[in-house]
């Protein structure tokens, strides 16, 4: 008597349309696109609600650089301007989201992962956490690390101005500055990571990131001079070098992992062969 096996519905994790082989149709991929993209958003509302309640000493701290200028030796009259009845709060507003994607950062780093590989093994799967593990700090510390130079940043750039004119810095422009700088500088120093996970999963081998030094070297240098003005050049280098080094650290345990792959396949060749 013949049986039918029974269809399963779209589990939780939303891959029912997948082939044998684990691949996605195209309606497949934008459906995982929309319920990643929305678990990410909602993380990042809720963490701006929090986010709001923090944004009068956000605002103090992006404030001590522009009036350091005016207390520095030589220094002019420096301060924050807002031009439109609603710029302190449209300003408080983009703070309280900004706070948000920070805080929220595992909830969308997860999602960004679970999108770019959505048909993994188990084994493959617990990559996941090595991943948050590490991507988290990194971009928490990318963050600080564009916060650690703004000062120096805006420093240098108050030092053109005479001290017979008046630095009038306008609160939205200002911060949007701040905020492409200490969000851009976070998400660079995650990259490497992926480049890890690419290669644990198979898709890129140690000696093809090892082979484009060239080009990943180059454009961490284009990437910082964009972040950073072009007359400061010492804050390009303080964010450059650690880049480079998160490079090399991913060619590193990429070229690791590449051996301990070849050698668990040589031994399972050896064992075959007997």
């Known amino acids: 008597m ?20 684990g691949r996605m149709s195209l309606g497949a991929h934008l459906v995982e696109f929309r319920k990643r993209m929305f678990r990410a958003v909602i993380a990042v509302a809720i963490g701006a609600v929090a986010g709001w309640f923090v944004t009068p000493w956000v605002l103090d701290r992006l404030r001590a650089p522009v009036t350091a200028l005016a207390h520095s030796e030589g220094g002019h009259t420096a301060e924050l301007n807002f031009p ?26 997860y999602q960004i992962w679970a999108f770019v590989v959505p048909a993994l093994v188990r084994k493959e799967r617990n990559y996941a956490i090595g991943f948050l593990g590490s991507a988290i700090p990194l971009f928490l510390g990318g963050c600080f690390a564009g916060w650690y130079v703004l000062p120096h940043i805006v420093g240098i750039l108050g030092s053109f101005v005479s001290k017979q004119d008046v630095s009038i810095v306008d609160a939205k422009s200002y911060y949007n500055f701040v905020i492409k700088l200490v969000i851009a500088v976070g998400v660079a120093f995650v990259l490497p990571v992926f480049l890890v996970l690419l290669n644990y999963v198979g898709v890129v081998s140690a000696r093809a990131i090892l082979k484009s030094w060239r080009i990943a070297i180059l454009a961490i240098l284009v990437f910082t001079a964009l972040v950073t003005p072009s007359a400061d050049i010492i804050s390009m280098f303080l964010l450059a070098v650690p880049l480079m080094l998160l490079y090399l650290a991913a060619c590193l345990v990429s070229w690791f992992h590449d051996r301990a792959v070849a050698r668990r396949q040589d031994a399972l060749d050896a064992e075959l062969s007997l």
């Open 2 to 21: 013949a049986t039918t096996t029974p269809r399963k519905g779209p589990g939780r994790s939303g891959r029912s349309r997948q082939d044998p082989e």
């Open 84 to 109: 439109v009845i609603t710029g302190a709060f449209d300003l408080r507003l983009e703070i309280a989201v900004t706070v948000g994607v920070i805080i929220a950062s595992p909830v969308w780093l």
